[in-house]
T-cell receptor, first 110, second 113 residues
Framework: EDQVTQSPEALRLQEGESSSLNCSYTVSGLRGLFWYRQDPGKGPEFLFTLYSAGEEKEKERLKATLTKKESFLHITAPKPEDSATYLCAVRNTGFQKLVFGTGTRLLVSP | KAGVTQTPRYLIKTRGQQVTLSCSPISGHRSVSWYQQTPGQGLQFLFEYFSETQRNKGNFPGRFSGRQFSNSRSEMNVSTLELGDSALYLC????????????FGPGTRLTVL
């Protein structure tokens, strides 16, 4: 069964303190790994799609990387407005749906 | 371009009642998926509709159903509500498939008393 595990469950950083969020996955034939950001009371907002090991994508202070078993979301010099829950999902090969992890709640303090 | 819209945003119902939620996808998107989000389980896939047909279904009981109209708008219905149905229900649209980049609406917060 396809599975996505995210760690840590929660992370508290000081403004400017860089860190990484982890997403490990088990799927038969990865056909896409997705990162989303979700603010309280809102729907997830699409950030990145990665398709193959070694691929990297960047957006402002965020950089997503992908290996054969996991993905990392690196946050460089975070600001309080980066506080949110970050969700990782993989495309299920045969079923054509996304399987989500339970997310990492990030809190950045000024 | 307008995003995904969902109505209503909040609902309070009692056990045994039924509820209908509505979703309007991004213009041009033909795939609409529904998810249930709870603190303990995260985002759980309910079903996907494409061209008025249910194409995929998650592991939810038959009390959860949906439909899609010719303009791609979708509705989700939950009958005989249970306390455990309290959740944020999210609708997402994509151009072709639930496996593509999905764009989410703000959700409907359902509370069952």
């Amino acid at each position: 069964e396809d599975q996505v595990t995210q760690s840590p469950e929660a992370l508290r950083l000081q403004e400017g303190e860089s860190s990484s969020l982890n997403c490990s996955y088990t799927v038969s034939g990865l056909r896409g790994l997705f990162w989303y950001r979700q603010d309280p009371g809102k729907g997830p907002e699409f950030l990145f799609t990665l398709y193959s090991a070694g691929e990297e994508k960047e957006k402002e202070r965020l950089k997503a990387t992908l290996t054969k078993k996991e993905s990392f979301l690196h946050i460089t010099a975070p600001k309080p407005e980066d506080s949110a829950t970050y969700l990782c999902a993989v495309r299920n090969t045969g079923f054509q749906k996304l399987v989500f992890g339970t997310g990492t709640r990030l809190l950045v303090s000024p | 371009k307008a995003g995904v819209t969902q109505t209503p945003r909040y609902l309070i119902k009692t056990r045994g009642q039924q509820v209908t939620l509505s979703c309007s996808p991004i213009s041009g998107h033909r795939s609409v998926s529904w998810y249930q989000q709870t603190p303990g389980q995260g985002l759980q896939f309910l079903f996907e509709y494409f061209s008025e047909t249910q194409r995929n279904k998650g592991n939810f009981p038959g009390r959860f159903s949906g439909r899609q109209f010719s303009n791609s708008r979708s509705e989700m219905n939950v009958s005989t509500l249970e306390l455990g149905d309290s959740a944020l229900y999210l609708c997402a649209s994509s151009f072709r498939s639930a496996g593509d980049e999905q764009f989410f609406g703000p959700g409907t917060r359902l509370t069952v008393l």
